[in-house]
């Protein structure tokens, strides 16, 4: 079959099964292309709650169809890679959580959306690393737990003088960015502004002239006047960068910045999961309904 005629089937499909397609900013290049919906990972969760599709067909990793079933528990929530996974996710269980709970009562304990459903219901209230910031503020207590990844807390406890217990979390993908890199491809090309996600190092955060999410960088490239930008997260960002700037020019700031997860998703996968409605991703209830609370009193934050 060619990319084509698999291309066509799943649009039919899609259509039959009165599914929505959605895609994160980090998916290979053809999925985004033919994705109903590109975003971030909660973005894209709370736009698939909106539609009055049946199926929401994720193109993410583990935890984004999990907040999908956990915002939409009455669609059919499809993951067509079942082994694509997120590491940094992993590094936080449930058990190591309620150890580090018990340790310190009475703190609360503020969680990335990259976590999984469990760690979701285990918290007080997620934020993303578009909000973390906000979210962190609206606490009242002067003291937090911050899982899992411990490159976005030490980020948003530079804005803000609480008290972190820092989970000690990462993203392998960002971290594989190294300083010496970005110091060498700044000299080599001083007219560039240096972009990165907050899950990088701190040492490469140091380096940036502008550090926020990928729908940040959108939006930050977009109205800036700057020509030229080198980009400190994952390569699929590269994709719609290139579309919607076509004028500008974006350089990865490494090679290394590729998730494996990420790009496990082809286009015969997503056939293959409209075909067979497998595999579906369900959250019980007894975690959704406190997991949901989590993400609810994040939502609640009024965005900018
Ligand atoms: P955002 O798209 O929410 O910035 O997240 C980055 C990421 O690493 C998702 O796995
Ligand atoms: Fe997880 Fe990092 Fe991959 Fe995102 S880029 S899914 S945080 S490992």
Redesign the pocket.
């Known amino acids: 079959m060619t990319q084509q005629s698999i291309k066509s089937e799943i649009r039919q499909l899609l259509k039959e099964r009165n599914a929505v397609l959605l895609a994160?900013n980090?998916m290979r290049d053809e999925v985004q292309e033919i994705a109903d919906i590109t975003g971030d990972?909660l973005g894209l969760s709370i736009e698939a709650a909106k539609t009055d599709a049946d199926v929401i067909v994720f193109c993410?990793?583990h935890?984004m169809a999990e907040s999908a079933s956990i915002l939409s528990p009455h669609k059919t929530v499809l993951l067509p890679r079942l082994d694509a996974?997120?590491?940094?996710?992993d590094m936080v269980s449930v058990e190591e959580l309620k150890v580090l709970k018990a340790k310190l009562p009475g703190v609360p304990v503020v969680t990335y959306v990259?976590s999984s459903a469990a760690v979701k219901a285990e918290s007080d209230i997620c934020c993303t690393s578009a909000n973390a910031v906000k979210v962190v503020r609206s606490l009242s207590e002067g003291e937090l737990i911050f899982a899992p990844?411990k490159n976005l807390g030490g980020f948003v406890s530079g804005f803000i003088d609480k008290k972190f217990h820092l989970w000690e979390g990462y993203?392998?993908?960002?971290e594989r960015l190294k300083p010496e890199v970005v110091k060498e491809l700044k000299k080599n090309n001083p007219d560039a502004l240096f972009i990165c996600h907050p899950?990088c190092n701190p040492a490469v955060v140091a380096l940036a002239d502008h550090v926020c999410s990928t729908t940040g960088m959108y939006d930050y490239c977009k109205k800036s006047s700057a020509q030229r930008f080198i980009i400190g997260?994952?390569a699929g960002i590269l994709y719609r960068l290139r579309i919607d700037n076509p004028d500008k020019e974006f350089i990865l700031a490494s090679p290394a910045l590729i998730?494996?997860?990420?790009k496990l998703t082809s286009l015969e996968d997503i056939l293959d999961a409209l075909q067979t409605m497998q595999p579906v991703v369900k959250v019980p209830e007894e975690i959704r309904v406190p997991a949901k609370r989590a993400l609810d009193r994040m939502l609640a934050i009024p965005r900018d």
Not at 85 to 89: I, K, R, T, V
Not at 171 to 174: D, G
């Open positions: 994160h980090y990972s993410g990793v935890f996974g997120c590491p940094m996710a990259n990844d993203c392998p993908t960002h899950e997260t994952e998730c494996p997860n990420m």
